[in-house]
């Protein structure tokens, strides 16, 4: 895991956090924010707000262009080393629902990379677990905070405990 602090300049965290977060910004509800990954014991999954930006490999958003230039793409593209192709890109809003973690989940069965952008600080960390769904490891959201992982690692989003929400731009990339 790699996790990158401030790549995107201040003022175009401002500008995406407050486009992202624009009452015009079309947002999608979805029941579960680990999707269609299968239930474990133990865990339970809140709902979230989702915006599609690319879909299997298709763009699927008009804001995409903007997003993209605000997080100047290519600078985190040449820092990072990440690969250029995007499986998916979508950003999540989370809000104050429970206290623990969602579902540990995969993003898909293919070798990927996940790259996270925190859009705004906040409470609810990701996590990241073993393959027994034992904690390893985790991460405060930080605004212009980016982590970088393998996606066969399972992790899990936390709604915001102290926030009123948690917004993060994910990132599914081809290896």
């Not at 707000?49 to 879909?55: R, S």
Request: charged letters at 25%; proline letters at 7%; glycine letters at 4%.
């Amino acid at each position: 895991m790699r996790i990158y602090d401030d790549l995107v300049i201040e003022s175009n965290r401002d500008k995406l956090e407050e486009t992202l977060l624009d009452p015009d910004f079309p947002w999608y509800f979805v029941s579960r924010s680990s999707g269609a990954a299968p239930k474990i014991d133990g865990f339970e999954d809140s709902p979230q707000l989702i915006h599609k930006f690319i879909d299997d490999d298709k763009i699927s958003s008009n804001y995409i262009h903007e997003v993209m230039k605000l997080l100047n793409w290519e600078n985190i593209l040449r820092v990072t080393g990440a690969p250029e192709r995007i499986i998916r890109m979508k950003t999540n809003l989370l809000l104050r629902t429970q206290s623990t973690p969602n579902t540990p989940h995969i993003d898909y069965p293919d070798p990927h990379i996940v790259m996270l952008y925190y859009v705004n600080d906040s409470s609810g960390p990701t996590t990241f677990y073993n393959r027994k769904f034992k904690v390893k490891k985790e991460v405060l959201p930080k605004k212009g905070r980016i982590i970088m992982f393998d996606g066969s690692t399972y992790h899990s989003s936390t709604p915001p405990i102290t926030n009123d929400y948690r917004c993060v731009i994910n990132f599914d990339l081809k290896v």
